[in-house]
């Protein structure tokens, strides 16, 4: 299978959150979506001149981005959501609680507004992709 340019990935994250939190939410994103989307990898391997295999990565881009605050976030994720893209939000509750009956138990005691967001994760074709992420700066 030829590698693919057409599709990427795309993650938003809040400039504003902790380091260690910046990691955790760019793993879950990339894992979640990775797992999620079939053709993610070639199933190919890269071999090196003594003949041990080496993995190949993911078959499309990613590209992390950043945002300062919350309010771009959630436009973001409005704009995600209209589109119908597979996507993954991560938010507070998902760092807060291990335990998934607690986190929805938290979750459900809120309207969405009052959801933390600390970035959202994006699959589809570059265009579109571009389109939307146009407003966002690399991360750096």
Same mark, same amino acid.
Not at 74 to 79: D, I, Q, S, T
């Given at each position: 299978?030829? =590698?693919?340019? +057409?599709?990427?990935?795309?993650?938003?994250?809040?400039?504003?959150?902790? +380091?260690?939190?910046?990691?955790?939410?760019?793993?879950?994103?990339?894992?979640?979506?990775?797992?999620?989307?079939? *053709?993610?990898? /070639?199933?190919?391997?890269? /071999?090196t001149k003594d003949g041990m +295999?080496?993995?190949?990565? +993911?078959q499309y881009p990613i590209i992390?981005? =950043?945002? *300062?605050?919350?309010?771009?976030?959630?436009?973001?994720?409005? *704009?995600?959501?209209?589109?119908?893209?597979p996507h993954l939000a991560y938010?507070?509750?998902?760092?807060?609680?291990?335990?998934?009956? =607690?986190?929805?138990?938290?979750?459900? =005691?809120?309207?969405?507004?009052?959801? *933390?967001?600390?970035?959202?994760?994006?699959?589809?074709?570059?265009? /579109?992709?571009?389109?939307?992420?146009?407003?966002?700066?690399?991360?750096?």
């Amino acid at each position: 299978m030829a =590698q693919d340019f +057409s599709r990427r990935l795309a993650i938003v994250v809040r400039r504003d959150i902790e +380091s260690w939190q910046t990691t955790n939410t760019i793993a879950h994103i990339a894992g979640r979506l990775g797992h999620d989307i079939k *053709e993610y990898l /070639t199933g190919k391997i890269f /071999t090196t001149k003594d003949g041990m +295999s080496v993995p190949r990565n +993911s078959q499309y881009p990613i590209i992390v981005f =950043q945002t *300062e605050g919350i309010e771009k976030l959630r436009v973001f994720l409005g *704009e995600v959501r209209v589109a119908q893209l597979p996507h993954l939000a991560y938010i507070r509750e998902m760092i807060d609680f291990e335990d998934d009956d =607690q986190l929805q138990a938290a979750l459900g =005691q809120k309207n969405d507004a009052e959801v *933390e967001y600390l970035g959202v994760g994006v699959f589809g074709d570059n265009d /579109t992709l571009k389109k939307l992420t146009k407003k966002f700066s690399l991360w750096k």
